[in-house]
């Protein structure tokens, strides 16, 4: 519960105007609509009365009419009103949310953000902050709205008919609508639960089929692939299925907690009726009055339904949003050393967490400008993990890593990408055009030039292909599809280029390409980039034919 009160803290935090207006006009509409049947109650009865006592040429019929008129034609308008004040608001705050956890995923460490990455995981992202839009809207404001009707319905059926009335209708619900929705809230935990993960391993299965169905087409695979998706979605009706009979015996507890309180209503204030204490119309407005006070129970199922999804998915959003700061540097780098090595390694090591033995270790090297320098070793030997501990993604637990003469760790985050630029082994471009791909190498606010980026694209050999395309302003689809893997791959090698590093870290560049592109889109580089550094990891044999010198690792 301590996780759902948090989330709505800050959901609300800057939308607290729209959701206080949205409760009021949500308790208005409750109370509106129990007015308008107590009212239509007390008409028909008074009208009833008068009419056998031979009053009715006395009797008032217009006020009573009008009074329901305009309690009906009120209530529309609340209703319309709530919902576009809370739908807003309520889709302004995930908003606000989405760019919280965005920021949260991105202070977290490197390798946990390329698992972010996965399929599963972004699904399961997207669904949790999905499930969170129900807070609001099927949780916080009908509770809030119910609870205020419920009280306001004591207080107006005290002072219309007499306490015991409104105590009996008020302890009935209660009681018997507590208990329907707690009941509710446990006995739906674990169909919700089985629903949510047979939900995301339909989309995870489906994904994977249609990414891999030539492969499974070719390996027999393609038809038991089909089926297990076929289970899952299976698996996810029965829960469903589960779930809307668990509705409909909560709404017979619903409905059985009404018609109590209705006769409860009913028995009370027939028996002050019968005393002298109330007339016949009056006592009728406590039994409409206790029947549509269901409705207030009746918004709350679905919610009371979901709260077991909500809290584990509102706790998942909270420890990605909930990411410390990064530490700022102490005494940060400012001015480099322009007589040390652009970059230095002493006995450089990095083991991972809970590992028994490290990944690399005993790493030692210094880059001068200028050079080209390989890291070789065997397949497994950590030159990747190497790449992404010298580019400052992860700490090394051991020797001494030096920037310009200055330990990397003090080098402030901006600063330190204006002078290093890593494109490792699988790089990821946006839907989008060419131009906007490419721009996103540049600090915010600064204009990509046509010149600058045709420049990049001849470097990498790709000036043709993207012509042909239909230049800059050609786009790709979701994920940068639409683009080869090689072309993918030097697309990512020109927008790093564009940077113009004093140390670019390659991995695997000339991976997909042939000897003859691979060799000009080196070149090309070394061409645009005559002053800078590369360190690159490959195992194509050619490619160490440009290397100024290699250091083996592993």
């Known amino acids: 519960m301590k996780t759902l009160l948090t989330l709505t803290t800050r959901l609300i935090a800057d939308q607290k105007w729209s959701f206080l207006r949205g409760l009021a006009l949500s308790f208005l509409v409750l109370a509106m609509g129990a007015a308008l049947l107590g009212l239509s109650g007390w008409f028909i009865t008074a009208a009833a009365v008068a009419g056998i006592t031979g009053l009715g040429l006395d009797f008032d019929f217009f006020r009573p009419s009008a009074g329901v008129r305009g309690l009906a034609l009120g209530r529309a308008v609340a209703r319309y009103g709530e919902r576009l004040l809370t739908h807003d608001a309520t889709l302004r705050a995930l908003a606000d949310l989405r760019i919280a956890l965005m920021d949260g995923v991105a202070r977290r460490p490197h390798e946990e953000q390329a698992r972010l990455r996965g399929a599963q995981a972004l699904n399961r992202l997207t669904s949790d902050v999905d499930a969170l839009d129900g807070l609001l809207l099927r949780l916080v404001l009908p509770f809030l709205a119910a609870g205020m009707v419920q009280i306001s319905a004591l207080l107006m059926l005290w002072w219309l008919e007499g306490l015991p009335i409104g105590l009996a209708v008020f302890l009935i ?262 131009a906007e791909n490419l721009a996103l190498a540049l600090p915010m606010g600064e204009e990509l030039s046509e010149a600058e980026a045709w420049a990049a694209l001849r470097a990498v050999a790709l000036d043709e292909v993207i012509e042909a395309r239909g230049g800059l302003g050609a786009m790709l689809g979701e994920g940068g599809t639409g683009l080869s893997g090689g072309q993918s791959k030097r697309l990512a090698l020109a927008r790093a280029a564009l940077r113009k590093p004093k140390i670019l870290l390659l991995d695997e560049p000339t991976e997909g390409l042939d000897a003859e592109t691979a060799l000009t889109t080196l070149t090309g580089l070394r061409a645009l980039l005559p002053e800078s550094t590369f360190l690159v990891v490959s195992h194509r044999t050619p490619d160490l034919a440009l290397a100024t010198r290699s250091i083996p690792l592993g």
């Open 173 to 434: 619900y209660l009681v018997g609508g507590g208990f329907g929705l707690i009941w509710v809230a446990r006995a739906a935990r674990h169909d919700a639960r089985a629903a949510e993960t047979a939900l995301q391993n339909i989309r995870r299965r489906a994904l994977e089929t249609m990414r891999a169905r030539a492969d499974l087409a070719v390996a027999g695979q393609l038809e038991t692939a089909t089926a297990q998706t076929l289970a899952e979605v299976e698996a996810d009706a029965l829960a469903r299925r589960n779930l809307d009979a668990l509705d409909r015996r909560v709404a017979a507890v619903i409905s059985l907690t009404t018609a109590l309180a209705g006769a409860a209503a009913l028995a009370i204030a027939g028996q002050m009726a019968m005393a002298g204490q109330i007339t016949p119309a009056r006592a009728a407005v406590g039994l409409f009055v206790a029947l549509a006070l269901a409705e207030s129970l009746m918004l709350l199922r679905r919610g009371m339904a979901e709260i077991g999804r909500m809290q584990e998915a509102g706790a998942r959003v909270l420890a990605l949003t909930d990411t410390p700061e990064r530490a700022q540097p102490e005494n940060p780098a400012t001015t480099p050393d322009l007589n040390a090595p652009l970059l230095s390694a002493r006995t450089l090591s990095f083991t991972r967490p809970e590992a028994t033995r490290p990944v690399f270790s005993n790493l030692t090297l210094e880059l001068r400008p200028g050079e080209t320098v390989f890291l070789t070793g065997p397949s497994g030997a950590g030159k990747s993990t190497a790449l992404a501990v010298l580019a400052g993604l992860m700490a090394p637990d051991g020797g001494e890593l030096m920037l310009a003469g200055q330990p990397l760790a003090r080098w402030p985050e901006a600063k330190l990408r204006e002078m290093l630029t890593m494109v490792p082994q699988r790089s990821q471009l946006i839907g989008g055009t060419i």
